[in-house]
Every structure is written in C-alpha cells, then in structure tokens.
C-alpha cells in the first residue's frame, strides 16, 4: 500500500508534467489579493489571533488561582491546523480566567539568526566572539536585542508556556530553534551549575504541542520515522528540562493533514478537555542532575547499580524496598538497560490520576 496520500500523487504528477510552475508565485487578481484567510471548514468562524495579542486579562478565574499562559506560535500560516490548535489553547484557557499571550513569531518575522548585532552595546571580546557568553554577559548588562529583552519578559512572567508548531525534519522549525539560540541564554534561563532541575526557569510548566506529516504507527520503536520518544529527547531534555522547565506531556496531533474532519475536530476537542486539567497534571520524569558526577558527567556508579538491581544495592535482586528506591532510566540515558516505555510521551487519553495510578 503506498504512504503517499491520492491528493499528494496527483500534485507531484502535475508538477512533473509541467502543469505546476513553481518558479514564482501564483498571480492574484483584485479581489482575491484583498480575501480574507481561509479558515478550514471544520473551524467555523474562527477568531485569528494577533501577534503578540493577550488575552484574557480582564477575565475572572473559574479555577481560583489566575495564572499567566505564554504561547509560541510557531506556523507560517494562520489558518492552518496548528492555528486552530494555537485557539483552542486560547478560548479554553482564558474561558478559566487566566492570562494568555501569543508569540507569534512568523507574524513577528521574528530574526532566528544570532549574531554580534545582538549585543547592543559591542562584544567584549572583538576577535574571540563567543555568542553565549557575550548574550549571558549582555543580558546582565541589559544591552540584548530588543525583540529578545521582549521575549525574555513574557517568558519570565509565564507561569506556562505552550509551544505550537509542526514537526519539522524531526525537531522544530528553523524560527523556533532560532528562538531558543537567542532568547534562552545564560545569565536568563540557566548558567554554569544551574542547569535542569536547578535552572532559571524551574516552577514554569512547558508543553510542546506539536503536528505531525505521518501516521503514528510510524513514530513506534519498529516505524519507519523512529521511536517518537527518541525525536522527543533533546527537545524536551536538552532545551526544556535543561532550562529548568517542568515539562509536561506533549499534544501531538498526529497527521491532521490526511484524517477526515471528525478526527481534526477529536484532536482540538481532546486538547481543549486536557487544558482544563492542565494545572494538576504530573511532569514527565528526569533524573535529578545529582544524579550525575559532575567531574565527568556521566550518571553516579550508585546511580546505576540501583538501575541495574531494581535498587538493591548488593545486587541480589528487587525487594519490595529496593523496588520503591529503584531507578528508572529515561530513554536518553538508558546506560544500556531496559528504558521505562513512552518516558517522553504518555497518552493522555486517560485521565491524570489513572496515568498517575499507571505510573505512565
């Protein structure tokens, strides 16, 4: 059976043929330069955020406590199904009273690229520039780029940040690595020591909500996409748990470009239910950084015989004891050994507690 959908056979069939010319733009007559953008039917009359826009400030709380969301947007279109994703978070958040801020950054045309024009004030050092340390350095002058002080306030005041975007050669698109280079830099979201559990941003929840071009199937230990645990890992490790975040579980939607309706409209229905419970949800576990040596970096020897045995330390086997004191091992640092299954990514089709109750 073949992966490529029937739509996407015809659109490469015409392009070989010639019928597509991709060599400058479609034309637009009047009256469609001056349309408004296409909301997807199984919208409806969707609201289209603008960059930067809060929502929400006005509003009381239904859930006590008034909290403050940040959400990256990170899709060149609007209309698109991350759109509908990005107002969905928007409505069922504010609908509970809280505070919502859109990054949009593509709307933004925010700059990806790092460079000295950061530093506003000069580099300190003109032949050896180092960018993190002259962004850390800078930062605690006050002299970074303007778009950056700007990002770095909305994160600061966030008490959750959600970021949308499309999966993109299995990491993010190239705006929003560029966003991480040039707006979490030392001094602001971590520095030497201070890093994962003990970073800057710690007490901050973060969720990667994410769409996919390919079934599910094919993001499992045996699909042809890898194990979507593994694309997880330095995203979710090395740039969010690094910083400090806690990090929830990921909303992926997984290709919501060839699902009929019904299913795009379960997938925005499940992540506006999941986002009314999001404040009582458990973090996905790492290992604490005292759980490694920091003159090599490596996981501490106790670390990992209690991996091995199950938490007896003399090696003779799980006892109920050393079954509760065991170590479980996530997918990017396994040392070899059985890893916990979907350690970046549980389902949330259950409920927090019975995910809770599964230790999932």
Not at 18 to 23: F, L, P
Not at 145 to 157: G, I, R, T, W
Request: charged share 25%.
């Amino acid at each position: 059976m073949s992966l490529i959908p029937p739509g996407t056979k015809n659109l490469i069939k015409r392009f070989e043929q010639g019928s597509i010319d991709d060599s400058k733009p479609a034309e637009r007559n009047g009256d469609d330069a001056k349309r408004k953008s296409y909301v997807p039917p199984i919208l409806g009359e969707t609201k289209m955020s603008k960059e930067n826009e809060v929502h929400g400030k006005d509003q009381k709380t239904t859930t006590g406590q008034r909290r403050k969301v940040l959400i990256v947007f990170c899709h060149w279109e609007r209309s698109s199904f991350n759109g509908a994703l990005r107002d969905t978070a928007v409505t069922a958040l504010t609908e509970q009273g809280h505070e919502v801020t859109v990054s949009d950054l593509y709307a933004q045309k925010f700059n990806p690229v790092l460079s000295r024009n950061d530093i506003q004030d000069g580099p300190r050092d003109l032949e050896n520039f180092n960018y993190a340390t002259e962004a850390g350095l800078a930062y605690a002058r006050g002299s970074l780029a303007p778009d950056v002080v700007s990002e770095q306030a909305k994160l600061a005041k966030a008490d959750l940040v959600i970021f949308q975007f499309p999966l993109a050669w299995c990491s993010v698109p190239s705006i929003l690595k560029g966003y991480f280079d040039r707006v979490l830099v030392q001094k602001f979201a971590y520095e030497f020591g201070k890093w994962f559990d003990k970073g800057h941003m710690r007490g901050k929840r973060a969720i990667l909500s994410i769409t996919t071009g390919s079934m599910e199937s094919s993001y499992s230990a045996e699909g042809f996409m890898g194990d979507i645990n593994v694309i997880l890992w330095p995203l979710q490790n090395g740039v969010l748990r690094f910083c400090g975040f806690d990090v929830l579980s990921p909303n992926i939607c997984f290709s919501p470009g060839f699902v009929p309706p019904p299913t795009r409209q379960a997938m925005l229905d499940a992540w506006r239910e999941r986002l009314t419970g999001v404040w009582r949800e458990q973090p996905l576990r790492f290992l604490p950084i005292d759980s490694f040596d920091p003159a090599t970096g490596t996981l501490k020897p106790e670390v990992l015989r209690r991996a091995a045995t199950g938490g007896d330390d003399k090696g003779s086997g799980p006892t109920a004891a050393a079954a509760a004191a065991a170590v479980q091992l996530p997918v990017g640092q396994h040392a070899g050994l059985k890893v916990v299954p979907s350690s970046m990514y549980r389902s949330m089709s259950k409920t927090t507690s019975e995910a809770t109750k599964a230790n999932i």
